[in-house]
């Protein structure tokens, strides 16, 4: 799950670069700053995973990339499709840690029987 996230948000921060880009040319400087300040987050945010707090705080943060999109209308739409890959991210690992997690107990639970089996 945390590999998931993680890339999410770093792609995520690459996107909002180059939108920065766009902004830079277009908006003040408080647009800007605001930007950089919600990229640099994301890239903070992808060593974060490794507690319950980051991925809080990463929820925080697709709300605030869809709403750059007040200054850059194209982040609303760009923010949606992070913001389903986040959820996207969350669900499917989930869904293989609890599939990783029943592997390990099945192979250590056929692993004991098969070596009690074996010194009879």
């Known amino acids: 799950m945390k590999i998931l996230g993680r890339s999410v948000l770093v792609m995520e921060a690459i996107t909002l670069g180059f939108a920065l880009l766009l902004v830079r040319l277009e908006n ?3 647009d800007l700053l605001i930007g ?6 994301l890239l903070l ?3 974060l995973l490794r507690m319950s707090f980051g991925w809080y705080l990463g929820w925080i943060l697709q709300g605030a990339t869809i709403l750059y999109g007040l200054v850059i209308p194209s982040m609303f739409f760009m923010g949606a499709i992070f913001a389903a890959l986040w959820m996207a991210a969350i669900y499917f690992g989930r869904k293989g840690e609890a599939i990783r997690a029943s592997l390990i107990a099945e192979r250590e639970s056929g692993g004991a029987a098969s070596d009690g089996e074996g010194k009879k």
């Open 28 to 30: 003040d400087r408080n």
């Open 36 to 41: 950089i300040v919600i990229m640099v987050l």
């Open 45 to 47: 945010n992808s060593g």
